[in-house]
């Protein structure tokens, strides 16, 4: 079966860091990319961030470019989420996600976990 499990966030003030795992299960990361999402309450989820099976190339949209910063490794199962600079409106829940042919995640994607709530506020 396939498993997703995000853990690692926190409250932290604007300006800090967080680092954000998530953890797969009945799949390879050899095989699949990894995208992370977020949502924040009352607002559409929006993607922040991919990465490639097979050259680990990575992709970030507008807001994170620059301050977040995605990893894995393959061998522990593990994807990563570096998140630096924080402000108040990266405020959401952070999710991530595997499509079932193995290429970036949409909203569409049925692999998802359940999400790490992540809170930047003075």
């Known amino acids: 079966q396939v498993q997703l499990v995000e853990s690692g966030g926190g409250l932290v003030q604007p300006g800090g860091s967080l680092r954000l795992s998530c953890v797969v299960s009945?799949?390879?990361?050899?095989?699949?990319?990894i995208g992370w999402f977020r949502q924040a309450p009352g607002k559409e989820r929006e993607g922040v961030s991919c990465i490639h099976s097979h050259d680990g190339r990575t992709f970030y949209d507008g807001p994170a470019k620059g301050r977040f910063t995605t990893s894995k490794n393959n061998a522990k199962h593990t994807v990563y989420l570096q998140m630096n600079s924080l402000k108040p409106e990266d405020t959401a829940v952070y999710s991530c996600?595997?499509?079932?042919?193995?290429?970036?995640?949409?909203?569409?994607?049925?692999?998802w976990g359940q999400g790490t709530q992540v809170t930047v506020s003075s």
């Open positions: 996600a595997a499509d079932v042919y193995g290429g970036c995640p949409t909203s569409t994607s049925v692999y």
């Open positions: 009945g799949f390879s990361l050899d095989y699949y990319a």
